[in-house]
Nanobody
Framework: QVQLVESGGSSVQAGGSLRLSCAAS????????MGWFRQAPGKEREGVAV???????SYADSVKGRFTITEDSSKNTLYLQMNSLKPEDTAMYYC??????????????????????WGQGTQVTVSS
């Protein structure tokens, strides 16, 4: 049974940095599509960044140049480095993964409905 557990969320001031981690158990990193999503109160869940087999990454326009998604398959862990944080980055952040093999385009559309496994989320709050 795949389990995803996020950590690293916190309250920071604008301009600060955080690194989120997602420990994945029973998930294969041989052919994968994993990502970070976020949901603010009253808003839909949105795809922030995804990474697929071979290390290919894509990002939402709102975080390009500020956030970096990486993975360490030796530790079965996904990361999201967030720099230059803004108040509008405040949200619950979720780690997610696709079951089985998915093509590059489908993975990098960053649509929540394409992802099968989800963590419980970690809260990020950015104050001005």
């Amino acid at each position: 049974q795949v389990q995803l557990v996020e950590s690293g969320g916190s309250s920071v001031q604008a301009g600060g940095s955080l690194r989120l981690s997602c420990a994945a158990s029973s998930y294969s990193f041989s052919n994968y599509c994993m990502g970070w999503f976020r949901q603010a109160p009253g808003k839909e869940r949105e795809g922030v960044a995804v990474i697929s087999s071979g290390g290919s990454t894509s990002y939402a326009d709102s975080v390009k140049g500020r956030f970096t998604i990486t993975e360490d398959s030796s530790k079965n862990t996904l990361y999201l480095q967030m720099n230059s944080l803004k108040p509008e980055d405040t949200a619950m952040y979720y780690c997610a993964a696709v079951k089985g093999i998915v093509d590059w385009a489908t993975c990098h559309q960053r649509e929540p409905r394409r992802f099968d496994y989800w963590g419980q989320g970690t809260q990020v709050t950015v104050s001005s």
